[in-house]
């Protein structure tokens, strides 16, 4: 059974920092490429940032460009969003998806496999 569990979200200040983590069990972790999405409410799902399988590929969606950096590691089976100078934009609710292979997606339908997701809420 596959489980992925995000956590690290919170509620901070513009200008603050977070550290999401997603924890992957049930497959072999290594074999598949992992995204982070995003959804605010009335919107729809959008893509943030992709890893393929090795670590060494990575995309991120231009709003959060610089700012946030997506890293995975392999031994741990884990898949990380460094967030950096959060913005009242990026509230969302956060979720990490294992995708359909090796290579990373920006389209959500090519991910599997879904956590539950972690809120990030940017507010002064």
């Known amino acids: 059974q596959v489980q992925v569990v995000e956590s690290g979200g919170g509620l901070v200040q513009p200008g603050d920092s977070l550290r999401l983590s997603c924890a992957v069990s049930?497959?072999?972790?290594?074999?598949?490429?992992m995204g982070w999405f995003r959804q605010a409410p009335g919107k729809e799902r959008e893509f943030v940032s992709g890893i393929n399988s090795r670590g060494d590929a990575t995309s991120t969606r231009n709003s959060v460009a610089g700012r946030f950096t997506i890293s995975r590691d392999n031994d741990k089976n884990m898949a990380f969003l460094q967030m950096n100078t959060l913005q009242p934009e990026d509230t969302a609710l956060y979720y990490c998806g294992v995708a359909s292979s090796s290579g990373y997606l920006s389209d959500a339908d090519g991910y599997n496999y879904w956590g539950q997701g972690t809120q990030v809420t940017v507010s002064a």
């Open positions: 049930g497959l072999p972790f290594k074999n598949y490429a």
